[in-house]
């Protein structure tokens, strides 16, 4: 007889109270129509909230004791309570997707068909997105530019991943600080399944990724999962010193012929800010290399929980 596989819902939470009873409604509501061949566990990891998501998490908990709860001491981020939730993930399969009804629990089913199939790693991702035409846009751009790194990355990015067991142990192995969630899932180079679907506008509360927050995991994905900067900076410094180069032949190649080439300050100085600025620009880059490795090197922990429930 067939031993029954259990399967681990991996849902970060910030500042989402009016959304997580009717998260899990939804999930189980899948669990008992189309999945009761499957055993389950919610791994709900509040990252710091300052609103009622902790007690509303509580109350599920008191409903039903497969729901579990890991809770920060402070808000550590979207990565860190990823992190925390694969990590004390049992599940044979575990499943990770957001807390704020945006991704189509109705795929679920769908996913876990692949996965029985064979598929090591099913991704859903986003190929269209209900979100205002601002996010739509950075999200396009900054795509795009991980993309150079990672060709199969869906152009929409995604977060909403059923992963088997070996995916999971593999991923929580890699001990890097600031991770690229995607990235990595891509790296291992597990079979992987994509299927595209339209996420939903964002009806309970508002998102709590702010420009600080955006900028932050931009960075980590293109400096961790890419040697783009520095060969930016390469490029860029020897295309510099191409362009002075040929910008001086023609100085001289213009004084023989004609005297002086120009008169006055404004040259020099649009050749010093753009020189200037190039500089720069590349230190900003190292600078971010160096920081990254001094903050390796101290070992702090990516979270610190308060309690386990």
């Known amino acids: 007889m067939t031993a029954t596989k259990t399967i681990s819902f991996v849902i970060p939470v910030y500042r989402n109270e009016r959304a997580v009873t009717l998260t899990y409604q939804r999930i189980k509501g899948a669990l008992d129509s189309d999945l009761s061949s499957y055993d389950y566990e919610f791994v709900f990891v509040d990252d710091g909230s300052d609103d009622g998501s902790l007690p509303e998490l509580l109350r599920l908990r008191e409903v039903d004791p497969k729901v579990r709860i890991i809770s920060f001491t402070r808000n550590f981020g979207q990565m860190a309570a ?20 945006q991704d189509p629990v109705e795929l679920i089913p769908r996913m876990l068909r692949d996965y029985e199939a064979g598929s090591e790693l099913v991704i859903g991702h986003r190929a269209e997105r209900e979100d205002k035409w601002t996010s739509r ?9 991980v993309r150079m790194s990672f060709p199969q990355m869906p152009a929409g990015g ?19 600080r600031n991770r690229f969630f995607q990235g990595d899932l891509l790296w291992m180079g597990y079979r992987t399944t994509f299927i595209p679907y ?8 508002r998102s709590q990724y702010t420009f600080a927050k955006r900028l932050k995991n931009s960075l980590d994905a293109i400096l961790d999962s890419s040697y783009l900067p520095i060969r930016f900076i390469s490029v860029a410094g020897a295309s ?7 910008y001086a032949l023609n100085i001289a190649w213009t004084r023989f012929r004609h005297g002086t080439p120009f008169t006055g300050w404004a040259p020099i100085m649009i050749l010093l800010l753009v020189i200037g600025g190039m500089l720069m620009l590349m230190l900003g880059i190292i600078g971010e290399y160096v920081w990254r ?12 929980v308060r309690e386990k429930y």
Do not use: C, Q
């Open 293 to 304: 490795i001094y903050d390796e090197v101290k070992k702090k922990p990516n979270y610190v």
């Open 158 to 176: 995604f977060d909403y991943v059923l992963m088997a067991r070996r995916v999971v142990d593999s991923f929580n192995s890699i001990e890097v």
């Open 82 to 101: 990823i992190l925390a939730g694969l990590k004390g993930a049992t599940g044979d399969v575990i499943l990770h997707l957001s807390a704020d009804l």
């Open 137 to 145: 846009i950075t999200s396009r751009v900054f795509y795009r530019i």
């Open 240 to 246: 510099t010193a191409l362009l002075g180069f040929l």
């Open 198 to 205: 339209t996420r939903a506008k964002r009806t309970i509360g």
